[in-house]
């Protein structure tokens, strides 16, 4: 029997995106979730009974607009074993990112505009499947 997949947690406030980018991690064979914000994600346990632990989360800059950003962050990353960080930024801000500063471990930053499938390639790096395992998930 082979391992669950890792979770990807997606954070992002607006639903098509986020539906879209879910679809096509689940298709490349990721077990991922969605939430529209930080503190909608913390209704996700670690542990899961027939899932794998959430090793990778995507947030997207507007989910980072709460004053309390920074706290949900840690939270989020105590709940899960510290997984890893993709921030997915607005095109051309040359402002610091409000919450990001709290966020010395980003793994990587995305700046729009990007694809869906250029979202899914980054995760394929950060994350790789095991080989064999890259298989859609019903």
Same mark, same amino acid.
């Given at each position: 029997?082979?391992?669950?997949?890792?979770?990807?947690?997606?954070?992002?406030?607006?639903?098509?995106?986020?539906?879209?980018?879910?679809?096509?991690?689940?298709?490349?064979?990721?077990?991922?979730?969605?939430?529209?914000?930080?503190?909608?994600?913390?209704?996700?346990?670690?542990?899961?009974?027939?899932?794998?632990?959430?090793?990778?989360?995507?947030?997207? &800059?507007?989910?980072?607009?709460?004053?309390?950003?920074?706290?949900?962050?840690?939270?989020?990353?105590?709940?899960?074993?510290?997984?890893?960080?993709?921030?997915?930024?607005?095109?051309?801000?040359? &402002?610091?990112?409000?919450?990001?500063?709290?966020?010395?471990?980003?793994?990587?930053?995305?700046?729009?505009?990007?694809?869906?499938?250029?979202?899914?390639?980054?995760? &394929?790096?950060?994350?790789?499947?095991?080989?064999?395992?890259?298989?859609?998930?019903?």
């Amino acid at each position: 029997m082979s391992p669950d997949p890792p979770r990807v947690l997606l954070i992002m406030p607006d639903q098509w995106p986020r539906a879209l980018l879910r679809a096509a991690l689940r298709e490349a064979g990721y077990d991922a979730l969605g939430a529209p914000g930080l503190a909608a994600a913390l209704q996700y346990r670690a542990e899961a009974p027939g899932r794998g632990p959430v090793r990778l989360v995507v947030v997207d &800059q507007p989910a980072l607009a709460d004053d309390d950003a920074a706290a949900l962050l840690g939270e989020l990353g105590r709940r899960h074993g510290d997984p890893g960080l993709v921030l997915l930024a607005r095109a051309g801000d040359a &402002q610091p990112i409000p919450g990001a500063a709290a966020v010395p471990a980003w793994r990587r930053v995305l700046r729009r505009p990007t694809s869906i499938a250029d979202l899914v390639a980054a995760v &394929q790096t950060l994350l790789p499947l095991p080989p064999g395992s890259a298989r859609p998930l019903d």
